[in-house]
């Protein structure tokens, strides 16, 4: 059934927002979808159920310049602009948030902070992997201990001669277990909070897969696990400096998402949208009960706020204008409709709308790991409720 609505997909864009796009990001736009329609759906469900990672996406991923859209071509990655990213995150998330969280924690969380705080013997080295996905990175900011405020870290790296010890452990790491390199972040000393970059195979350096989620099945999350790792001078992000650091990568991760999560949305939507045109009750389609009607109408002007949303963030973004506040209320938003979306469709499509034949259930349950990562829903209100009163209410 899910392949079969696939070939039909088309988005939704009720208000033509496309009149604001390039022609380049539409072009960009429409083959990732194009792709996503090929190569992810006949397998993302199967990945889903069986909790199976699909590896051989990364390298497809990097093909089609979905790792490191914006970063400079100069270092493998495609230079675009910031909407053209956020329409990649878009369709990637249209297949699974899975298959989006691995190409913006690879674009946001490592080649982001490797290009921003790294020494340029770390970009050349790093980035052109990532960038085609031979290498998979990582993020390490939260731990078992602390997870909303990351202020808090246990994680301790000191200085010993000419290198760097790190001890200490990382929790809920999307890719850790297959990553090639982590970025990871620590206090020193004087409890300030550097980067580094650990390698695969470093001694003391482990990272043990997380099982039994219901979330995000076809994605891999574990931890990271430093026991008196050795950590060489050269990896550690030179321009990295205190908490700001990992949460300009958290930002643009976080701008990813309020794209992203459209995607989810309109997948949803538009399996309801053909199920309950062919479904018939009482002797008539679904779709021409009034219930009906008023839930997708609703949904259809909620997703058109939360397009409006993502563009103009985009838009501010591209201009360098936005603000971490902005992307705070977009993720908060757009995920939180994208989520009432999923559960709504599924409801449209009654039993038939619990099995793997739809996505929803894989959408919704996917989306409540991301109304949570990336700073969860109550953390982004409280964003926004200090910028509008000045108060912090966080402590
Ligand atoms: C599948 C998955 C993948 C992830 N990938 C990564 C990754 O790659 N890298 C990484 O570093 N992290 C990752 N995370 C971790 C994620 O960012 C954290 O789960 C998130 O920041 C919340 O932390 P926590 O789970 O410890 O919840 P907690 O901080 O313990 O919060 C629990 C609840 O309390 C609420 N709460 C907390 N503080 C306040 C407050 N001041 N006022 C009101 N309510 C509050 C929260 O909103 C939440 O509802 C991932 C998580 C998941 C589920």
Redesign the pocket.
């Known amino acids: 059934m899910q392949n079969r609505y696939a070939t039909s997909y088309r988005g939704f864009d009720y208000l033509n927002l496309d009149a604001e796009l390039t022609d380049e990001q539409k072009l960009i736009r429409d083959s990732v979808r194009a792709w996503v329609t090929q190569s992810v759906v006949p397998i993302i469900e199967d990945c889903a159920q069986n909790n199976k990672f699909p590896r051989e996406l990364f390298n497809q991923l990097g093909e089609i310049g979905a790792l490191g859209p914006y970063i400079p071509t100069e270092y493998g990655g495609g230079g675009l602009d910031l909407i053209s990213y956020g329409l990649i995150m878009q369709e990637l998330e249209r297949g699974d948030s899975g298959v989006r969280?691995a190409a913006s924690?690879q674009t946001s969380?490592v080649m982001y902070p490797i290009w921003k705080y790294g020494s340029e013997e770390q970009k050349n080295k790093f980035l052109p992997k990532l960038a085609k996905g031979e290498f998979i990175g990582?993020?390490?900011?939260?731990?078992?201990?602390?997870?909303?405020?990351?202020s808090s870290m246990e994680t301790k790296i000191k200085k010993q001669g000419d290198k760097y010890i790190l001890n200490g452990a990382?929790?809920?790491?999307?890719?850790?277990p297959i990553a090639d390199v982590a970025v990871v972040?620590a206090k020193n000393e004087e409890g300030f909070i550097m980067g580094c970059l650990v390698e695969k195979g470093m001694k003391g350096f482990s990272a043990p897969e997380?099982k039994n989620?219901w979330?995000?099945r076809a994605?891999i999350?574990g931890e990271l696990i430093f026991e008196d790792v050795e950590i060489p001078e050269e990896n550690i992000l030179p321009n990295a400096k205190g908490l700001k650091a990992?949460l300009s990568c958290?930002s643009s991760a976080r701008y990813g998402i309020s794209w992203g999560s459209m995607g989810a949305a309109m997948d949803c939507l538009h399996h309801a949208v053909e199920y309950s045109k062919e479904r018939k009750q009482f002797g008539k389609p679904l779709a021409g009960f009034q219930l009906t009607q008023k839930k997708l109408a609703e949904m259809l002007t909620d997703l058109t706020k939360a397009q409006l949303l993502a563009l103009q963030l985009g838009k501010l973004n591209n201009a360098g204008k936005i603000t971490p506040a902005q992307i705070s209320m977009g993720k908060r938003n757009n995920v939180e409709t994208a989520l009432r979306i999923a559960r709504e469709c599924r409801q449209i499509c009654g039993a038939m709308g619990i099995t793997g034949d739809f996505p929803f259930m894989r959408h919704a349950m996917n989306l409540?790991?991301?109304i949570?990562?990336?700073?969860?829903?109550?953390?982004h209100?409280?964003i926004t409720g200090m910028d509008i009163t000045g108060e912090n209410?966080?402590?």
């Not at 990582?138 to 990351?150: A, M, N, R, V």
């Not at 949570?372 to 953390?379: A, D, K």
């Open positions: 969280s924690v969380l990582c993020f390490g900011l939260t731990e078992p201990s602390h997870g909303s405020d990351p990382k929790m809920w790491i999307t890719n850790s972040w997380i989620k979330s995000l994605s999350t990992p958290l409540e790991s991301v949570t990562y990336e700073g969860t829903h109550e953390v209100l409280l209410a966080f402590g």
